[in-house]
T-cell receptor, first 116, second 114 residues
Framework: DAGITQSPRHKVTETGTPVTLRCHQT?????MYWYRQDPGHGLRLIHY???????DKGEVSDGYSVSRSKTEDFLLTLESATSSQTSVYFC???????????????FGPGTRLTVT | GENVEQHPSTLSVQEGDSAVIKCTYS??????FPWYKQELGKRPQLIID?????GEKKDQRIAVTLNKTAKHFSLHITETQPEDSAVYFC?????????????FGQGTELSVKP
């Protein structure tokens, strides 16, 4: 597996509390992504980053924010968690096309978040 | 918006048979089509991909075919084994989208019965 870790791996939190999930990579890849996975919906992109401090929204970004202050870390924040945000969250990384790279994406181990 | 449809949602085969999973995409500018395998409780793993400049790609027992005119692509697994049992996802990417964003299909749960 590519050098990607996510923390925490499991979290239970209450509605209305803030939650931050961390993705850390050791591959020095330019692109990082946050997905959520729910039964019947596959993998849906929340936000992605194309460089330090460069981020953009995905298809299900409402209620989420992200930050990337250094290449290796991409943080996903739920400002006020809701039960609809109970899900499995995956981070992914990609080198991008620059320098002969590709858009192949490699996934982290995932974080299971439960909002009660 | 961009969309990827995947069929079937579940597929059950006998060990040794072939399995075929099909996807269609809506964005005609898409040019990269990966397939991921996800075992229960694990992360999605890239197993094979194809780019729009080729029509078929093989890697041992798995192959992917692409029909750009029809906007279809398919995953073929031959001589299936119990360890092929997993959920398979197709995806498509448009290179003009910043960051090579992938649009995923809904997944196919493959069960290979011994």
């Amino acid at each position: 597996d590519a050098g990607i870790t996510q923390s925490p791996r499991h979290k239970v939190t209450e509605t209305g509390t803030p939650v931050t999930l961390r993705c850390h990579q050791t591959e020095n890849h330019r692109y990082m992504y946050w997905y959520r996975q729910d039964p019947g919906h596959g993998l849906r992109l929340i936000h992605y980053s194309y460089g330090v401090k460069d981020t953009d929204k995905g298809e299900v970004s409402d209620g989420y924010s992200v930050s990337r202050s250094k290449t290796e870390d991409f943080l996903l924040t739920l400002e006020s968690a809701t039960s609809s945000q109970t899900s499995v969250y995956f981070c992914a990384i990609s080198p991008g096309l620059a320098g002969g790279g590709s858009y192949e994406q490699y996934f982290g181990p995932g974080t299971r978040l439960t909002v009660t | 918006g961009e969309n990827v449809e995947q069929h079937p949602s579940t597929l059950s085969v006998q060990e040794g048979d072939s399995a075929v999973i099909k996807c269609t995409y809506s964005d005609s500018a898409s040019n990269y089509f990966p397939w991921y395998k996800q075992e229960l409780g694990k992360r999605p793993q890239l197993i094979i991909d194809i780019r729009s400049n080729v029509g078929e790609k093989k890697d041992q027992r798995i192959a992917v075919t692409l029909n750009k005119t029809a906007k279809h692509f398919s995953l073929h697994i031959t001589e299936t084994q119990p360890e092929d049992s997993a959920v398979y996802f197709c995806a498509a990417s448009n290179p003009y989208n910043q960051g090579g964003k992938l649009i995923f299909g809904q997944g196919t749960e493959l069960s290979v019965k011994p």
